[in-house]
Nanobody
């Protein structure tokens, strides 16, 4: 069974950093694009970042230059390094993959506040 487990969230001050992890299982991880989304209170879930099977990357304009998505195929894990965090980055962050359908991690809370 496909499983994605998100972790690494927490409370940080504006300007701080966090690294999120998404541990995957149940599929051939190296063959699939992996994505991060986030959902702030009262808002729709929005795209944050994508990394392809070949290592290509793209980002939402709101995070470009501050966030970096990466993957370690040996560890079967995708990461989101978040730097220069802003209060508007506060959200639950979710990893996802599309195989036979869309699969989501359970989410990890990121709160950026003084």
């Amino acid at each position: 069974q496909v499983q994605l487990v998100d972790s690494g969230g927490g409370l940080v001050q504006p300007g701080g950093s966090l690294r999120l992890s998404c541990a995957a299982s149940g599929f051939t991880f190296s063959n699939y694009e992996m994505r991060w989304y986030r959902q702030a209170p009262g808002k729709e879930r929005e795209f944050v970042a994508i990394i392809t099977s070949a290592g290509g990357r793209n980002y939402a304009d709101s995070v470009k230059g501050r966030f970096t998505i990466s993957r370690d195929n040996a560890k079967i894990t995708v990461y989101l390094q978040m730097n220069s965090l802003k209060p508007e980055d506060t959200a639950v962050y979710y990893c996802n993959v599309v195989r036979d359908r869309v699969y989501w991690g359970q989410g990890t809370q990121v709160t950026v506040s003084s």
